[in-house]
């Protein structure tokens, strides 16, 4: 169903939308940048969520939740961070510019890596969940920043854009196809963490056994 | 559960690095303005146009609708991209942790079988040998 949805998406901004009279062909990349970035925050957000919930209860569902959260939200930051330059290239003429958006996109994006590498290769022991945790926590709050940076401190990337009707379509359409396929890939990432830590706790078990 | 190496960590790993070093690589420096390839060269004057600059211009423009299709296909195809390697990776390490699962649950049962069969025969031994006693 989501592979149905994502080529929908794809004929939608293909297709269905009017071309744009300044932008043209490029910009089509809207209608996924825009919802990849959306998720990207959610997918932080609900790592921060989980990561709060993990250091007040120390469930560890919570944590592979939390895990899960942060690798999707990741997936789709690559999204937005690779489609962003190529956009800004062909509208702006440059691959990127340190402006307040962007770069506090860059940062956002780059905390969420660093937790990322410290789950994934700092091994899983409870001293680095609850240090990743807290980075988690700490690190959400910069959404807040790539949000208002726009309007904050005046930067270059559009903001409050009107859409004629037939691009909302598009918009909210491929909006809406990238939450099912972001649900799906938190929900397959999240119960492929239970199942390793179900592995690692009777492997545990066996070396206790002596097998 | 023992930490990963670092290298060979997944194809996510070199995506996520990727587009920040070209971005690092490419990027203008703070201030620098190029002149926008979406804006039209009404500066010129359209009555001072000669035939030779309506040509240059003409040419101009395909270029950029050319690049403007590029960058449109690289993108689309970024995020393809993107969302395959990411289920291809999550569906393989899915499929090596159930059967991880599932050879640790039979070695269990293997154990947990061998045990109770041990136990069951030396309740067997004492309870003759009680009845020998006896």
Redesign the interface.
Known sequence: MAAAG?FWA?WLAFVYVPMEG?????Q??FY??LP?AWLCYVGFLLCAGASLLYLLKQQSRHDALALAAA??G??F???V???G???A??????????EPRLTTM?VL??IF?CY?LIR?????SAPVRKFGAALAVLGAPNIFFVHVAVTRWRGDHPNNIQLEPSMRVALYSTLLVFMV?FGL?VR??Y??HL??????A??R??SR?G? | ??????IG?GP?WA???A??L??TL???P?G?Q?????APAAAQGAAAQTPATAAAEAAREARL?E???Q??W???G??WL??FV??RQ??A??AA??A??DE??G??AL?EGREGREGREGAGANGGARREEG
Not at chain 1, 22 to 26: P, Q, V
Not at chain 1, 195 to 200: M, S
Not at chain 2, 34 to 38: G, Q, R, S
Request: glycine share 4%.
């Open positions: 994502l794809h300044t932008m043209r062909a490029a089509r990349i996924f940048h990849s690798e999707v990741l997936a930051g690559v999204i961070l690779t489609t330059p190529l956009w290239r062909a509208a702006w003429g440059v691959w990127w510019r340190w860059a994006f780059l890596a990322w994934s290769f700092g091994g899983d396929v890939l397959l990432r119960r492929v199942e390793e830590r179900a592995a690692a009777l492997s078990r066996l056994l097998a | 559960m023992s930490p990963r190496p670092l960590g996510l995506l996520a690095l587009p920040l070209a971005l490419l990027s203008a703070a620098a190029e002149a926008t390839p979406a609708e690049l403007r299709y960058h449109m690289v993108a689309f970024a995020v993107v969302l990411f289920v999550t569906y390490r899915s942790v159930s991880r699962l640790l649950k070695r269990l154990l």
